[in-house]
């Protein structure tokens, strides 16, 4: 193997072993229906998924780590913690402002540091990146609205311990009676839908924070000018995201370009505003920062012991959805992050890190942090920042699959709790911010196989193989997405914003329908498996 990371590293074994990859996929004999399911799920042992899981990860896991040699985690690295920090702190804004300060900077790179540490070091599949999400965020500060009138029996901190108590023991239920396996569902109809959500939702919050840069004091200057810095961030990021889609420079440089615009763009804009002349006229709000390693509102530990035993029980349907929520939200995460494009080798492990996010959500309550789970686009994001593609044709021929990135990632978002990083991140500019949920979402959209659907049906390129789809069928799939992504996106601005676990339940549940109203060969094409046959292996 050739650590250069821009080598053919075993090529011929890489292409070889994946010949067969696009029509593994078999409607017709494949027995996985919810009655076969449900026969199979009561005749398997308790723990078996777990165990299973572990005999496949445990004797790769010194290779885990020695595939870190490659100069691909460099880049990596440096993108998953930009990618990573950056949206955390914006969760934070919304949860500060609508909990009453109850959550802040500290509590959510605490939250994303333990995440990246922990499934870094001890997790079955390491590609997929561990944070504080939007969803979990809508959780936290609907809660919070919920128990608000009854604040004097119920204090908010105690009430989400008890939350996280319950939803650590339903993590535990899941994995260990291996209804983990239901996973084998989910298809890239649900994925889709998710992934164009959580993108659309991203460019949604970079127009939030910048219309918050408005101020009647300066005439709207400083909101303009935010504006302006947000949107040529935006440009020149999603440029450089595709420069390997072009014919300019060599692969050498494309690939630098690719690797490293993002960040370079944040230190560039960051540095931007001091550049002088009218810039010394805006006053551009800057990122909130805190004291280091402390409790944003509290100054002691979390008192549960206070708490009426009522709400206890209270907390136990709350609890359930948090479960439910991270099922589908990790799960679906690590899919993506194991999508077919990357032709990864070694084997996934869904059962038990399920387990193990249960032990992070219990730890979360006892700390009076966010709970995390896995992250999208980061965790594809974090998958297609490690695939080495052959020079001439750009084609992937693999992924360095290692513990590196998400481990030092963690790291170093806990480094920035520290005094002297906590001021640096005080000094980036909001509109940096959204100069950031601009390239990730847009980069995303492009990427988006129902956005590529739409593009086709207005272009008709004969290079896809949509065109083998009938046309009315094609448009009846992309109508199923859309109204799939509008549920999604519609009730997490509504206050029945809790109930957005069901949405994605409905998705996978639709998915099941789909082999009596389209042919074999449409879903081949349509809605094939999210991940290889070797990946899903384990969910039996």
């Not at 810039?279 to 551009?284: A, E, G, H, K």
């Not at 896995?374 to 593609?389: N, Y």
């Not at 789809?469 to 799939?484: A, D, E, N, Q, T």
């Amino acid at each position: 193997m050739v650590n250069d990371g821009y080598s053919m590293m075993d090529t011929n074994t890489n292409i070889n072993s994946n010949k067969d990859v696009s029509n593994e996929h078999d409607y017709e004999k494949n027995d996985d229906t919810p009655k076969s399911f449900h026969k199979k799920l009561f005749k398997i042992k308790l723990f078996n998924g777990i165990i299973k899981d572990l005999q496949d990860r445990l004797p790769l896991y010194k290779s885990d780590w020695l595939d870190s040699w490659n100069y691909r985690v460099i880049p990596a690295t440096i993108l998953t913690f930009f990618t990573n920090i950056f949206p955390a702190i914006a969760f934070a804004q919304d949860m500060f402002d609508k909990t009453d300060n109850s959550y802040g900077v500290n509590e959510v790179l605490l939250s994303s540091a333990i995440g990246g540490i922990v499934f870094g070091i001890f997790s079955g599949q390491p590609l997929t990146i561990v944070g504080v999400t939007g969803p979990i965020t809508i959780f936290n500060y609907t809660v919070y609205e919920i128990m608000k009138p009854h604040s004097k029996d119920a204090k908010f901190f105690p009430f989400m311990f008890w939350i996280s108590i319950w939803g650590m023991i339903f993590h535990f239920v899941i994995s260990i009676t291996n209804c983990v396996n239901a996973l084998k569902f989910v298809t890239q109809f649900p994925c889709d839908i998710f992934g164009l959500f959580i993108n659309i939702v991203y460019l949604q919050k970079g127009v939030q924070i910048l219309t918050r840069q408005f101020h009647p004091e300066d005439n709207g200057s400083s909101g303009f000018a935010s504006c302006t810095l947000a949107i040529s961030m935006g440009i020149l990021g999603v440029t450089g995201n595709l420069a390997n889609r072009t014919k300019l420079f060599n692969y050498h440089i494309r690939q630098f370009i690719v690797d490293y615009s993002t960040p370079g763009l944040i230190v560039f804009f960051t540095g931007f505003i001091h550049f002088g002349g009218y810039l010394d006229n805006v006053n551009f709000e800057k990122l909130p920062i805190t004291k280091s390693f402390r409790p944003t509102l509290r100054d002691n530990w979390i008192d549960v012991t206070g708490l009426p035993i009522k709400y206890i029980f209270l907390a136990l349907p709350f609890g359930i959805i948090l479960a439910i929520l991270f099922y589908f939200d990790h799960s679906i995460s690590s899919l993506m992050a194991q999508d077919l494009k990357f032709k990864l080798k070694k084997p996934a492990s869904f059962h038990y890190d399920l387990f193990l996010l249960g032990i992070v959500t219990g730890i979360s309550g006892v700390l009076g942090i966010p709970c995390p789970n896995g992250l999208i686009p980061q965790a594809p994001l974090h998958t297609e920042s490690l695939v080495i593609r052959n020079k001439f044709n750009n084609e992937i021929i693999g992924t360095v699959e290692q513990r590196f990135t998400n481990t030092v990632q963690g790291l170093m978002l806990l480094g920035m709790m520290t005094r002297p990083l906590l001021i640096c991140l005080g000094l980036i500019p909001q509109c940096v911010l959204a100069g950031l949920f601009f390239i990730m979402g847009t980069t995303g959209l492009i990427n988006n196989e129902i956005i590529n659907r739409i593009r086709f049906i207005f272009s008709q390129d004969d290079s896809l193989n949509l065109k083998f789809v009938p046309k009315r069928k094609l448009y009846l799939f992309v109508c199923f997405s859309l109204i799939g992504f509008i549920a999604e996106f519609g009730i997490v601005n509504t206050k029945g914003a809790i109930g957005f676990p069901l949405v994605l339940l409905l998705s996978v549940i639709g998915a099941m329908w789909f082999k009596w109203i389209f042919t074999v060969e449409e879903l081949e094409i349509l809605d094939g498996p999210v991940a290889h046959e070797n990946t899903l292996k384990n969910l039996l």
